[in-house]
Nanobody, 122 residues
Framework: VQLQASGGGSVQAGGSLRLSCAASARTFSRYSMGWFRQAPGKEREFVASISRAIGSTTYADSVKGRFTISRDNAKNTVYLQMNSLKPEDTAVYYC????????????????WGQGTQVTVSR
């Protein structure tokens, strides 16, 4: 599975961005998908996930109520709508695909995109 993330950019605090992650696999619907991020000098952290079956979602506490993950299986794409962005959201955002459970852990993901930079200024 090849993943291509896009949609990053620079915004002011309070602004919005929508990240997209296009997958090459025809079996996209069989994978649960996740978004992770890594800020400079910090470890990669879980942001959000959406399951393959019923599309149940999970969010990190730091983004709950501001970010929304969704997927369009017909387009083999997962999205991350980010609203009310804060400077602390600045990071490289990665999408990932998993055919396992416990989606908050990055080691349970088998395929990763190349990352897209999000920069939020004050």
């Amino acid at each position: 599975v090849q993943l291509q993330a896009s949609g990053g950019g620079s915004v002011q605090a309070g602004g919005s961005l929508r990240l997209s992650c296009a997958a090459s696999a025809r079996t996209f619907s069989r994978y649960s998908m996740g978004w992770f991020r890594q800020a400079p000098g910090k470890e990669r952290e879980f942001v959000a996930s959406i399951s393959r079956a019923i599309g149940s979602t999970t969010y990190a506490d730091s983004v709950k109520g501001r970010f929304t993950i969704s997927r369009d299986n017909a387009k083999n794409t997962v999205y991350l709508q980010m609203n009310s962005l804060k400077p602390e959201d600045t990071a490289v955002y990665y999408c990932a695909a998993s055919d396992r459970g416990y989606l908050v852990v990055d080691t349970n993901y088998d395929y990763w995109g190349q990352g897209t930079q999000v920069t939020v200024s004050r």
